[in-house]
């Protein structure tokens, strides 16, 4: 039986059971839950790799090269950034062991925003612990009953989680498209209060927000600007400061949130807008004052790996180098990258069966990806996600290049 026939056959069944809830438990609909069943017995997800070296990783004894990862420039084994997370163990110990509001921030917090805030030109930022956190929080801080939230339907799930969190009224425009974005907003009073939401690049598809006509659009109804720069940190605009500069649109979005735990090689988050945004999201949201704030390494590691990018732009260079190859590649094998301009790029195959069996092809030539299907991405749209990185030597593409086409070959 194919894999698809199967997906279809336990979708059908799950939709059986669902409808017949009543007398299911919790505990028995979790433990006998067909996707978990399904993923466990297939795999697709959660390796385990053994071993990391650069771009390199070890799966079952077998060497790969990790076209998955979100270090976009290639800094997580980085010296100066591994130097700093020791001094700050060192320094700090293992955590920051609370919320800052019960238990005290500390230098390493804001030094990293007040670094984080200039490299962003902004008056000020706020960090997490995890990007999530932040998303979560630029969103919900802010938005309340009587709001309207205008949002990309394409947005990742922790701005999803911030917007639902909130009693405001949600609604969603097409991806990427400003005149989507303007009929939502002609049925609305202008006075009403409401929040546009978006990525500047999205993560699953690549591509870049179109922020100078969203903000044509939005011009005298109302609307306070929240961007996800989650992809765009460290990879668009002069020296990787994010697509606001790229769109030369820094002025006009009034909160900036992202992760750092990609293209500045550590694990947290940031918000960042001018300082009485900042400071009232210090007083209300739920994920700043109830959430342990970031520990003392990441904290350094996010910190040393913004000074890397001011002092040595040949990482933005090479990353830019190395996209322009591997995009030209897929493209003359004919594969659709889903118009992908960023190093966030999708293969669409089109089917879970073909994105399984592509997965699989690449790994057998030493190449890890992960695969992204439907109803995580829109159906008929399964894919193979990749990144690319600075850190991905000549070698590394010889080798990605050799194993697509292998794949192509033998799955399409
Ligand atoms: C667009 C976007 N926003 C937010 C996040 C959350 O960031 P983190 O992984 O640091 O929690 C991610 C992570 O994948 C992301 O892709």
């Not at 339907?153 to 917007?163: A, E, M, P």
Request: with cysteine; hydrophobic share 40%.
């Amino acid at each position: 039986m194919r894999l698809v026939d199967i997906w279809k056959m336990i979708k059908g069944l799950k939709e059986r059971i669902l409808n017949q809830t009543p007398e299911s438990s919790v505990s028995a609909r979790s433990r006998t839950d067909d996707l978990t069943k399904l993923r466990l017995r297939y795999k697709p997800y959660y390796d385990v790799f053994e071993k990391q070296v650069g771009s390199r990783v070890w799966l079952d004894g077998q060497e790969m090269v990790l076209l998955s990862s979100n270090d976009y420039l290639g800094l997580t084994d980085h010296p100066e950034v591994i130097a700093a997370g020791k001094a700050a163990f060192d320094e700090w110990g293992a955590s920051s062991t609370g919320a800052r509001v019960a238990n005290g921030g500390r230098a390493y917090h804001t030094r990293l925003e007040r670094k984080l805030a200039d490299f962003l030109g902004r008056e000020a930022a706020h960090v997490h612990a995890a990007g999530y956190l932040s998303c979560m929080s630029a969103v919900q801080a802010f938005a309340r009953r009587g709001d309207l939230v205008l949002v990309d339907r394409n947005v990742h799930s922790s701005l999803w989680s911030g917007i639902r969190n909130t009693d405001a009224r949600v609604e969603k425009f097409s991806h990427n498209r400003p005149e989507s974005l303007a009929k939502a907003l002609s049925y609305e009073k202008p006075e009403t209060p409401k929040l546009l939401v978006f990525e500047g690049i999205y993560s699953m598809e690549g591509h870049i927000a179109p922020v100078r006509e969203f903000l044509e659009v939005i011009q005298g109804h109302n609307v306070f600007t929240v961007m996800d720069d989650a992809h765009g940190l460290g990879v668009l605009g002069p020296e990787g400061r994010g697509t606001l500069h790229h769109c030369g649109a820094n002025e006009e979005v009034d909160v900036v949130c992202g992760s750092l735990s990609k293209a500045l090689a550590s694990v947290g988050g940031f918000v960042a807008g001018d300082r009485a945004l900042i400071e009232y999201l210090r007083t209300h949201s739920k994920q700043t004052l109830f959430s342990a704030a970031i520990g003392p390494c990441q904290a350094a590691c996010a910190e040393a790996a913004l000074e890397v990018i001011q002092r040595e732009p040949f990482h933005h260079e090479r990353l830019w180098t190395n996209l322009r190859r591997y995009r030209e590649f897929l493209l003359s094998l004919g594969l659709d990258i889903w118009g992908s301009v960023t190093p966030a790029v999708p293969v669409v195959l089109g089917d879970k069966q073909k994105a399984y069996d592509f997965r699989k092809a690449l790994m057998k030539k030493g190449v890890y990806t992960t695969m992204s299907i439907a109803p995580a991405v829109p159906p008929k749209k399964d894919l193979i996600r990749t990144s690319i990185s600075a850190r991905h030597t000549d070698e590394d593409l010889d080798r990605i290049f050799e194993a697509f086409t292998y794949a192509v070959k033998k799955v399409l």
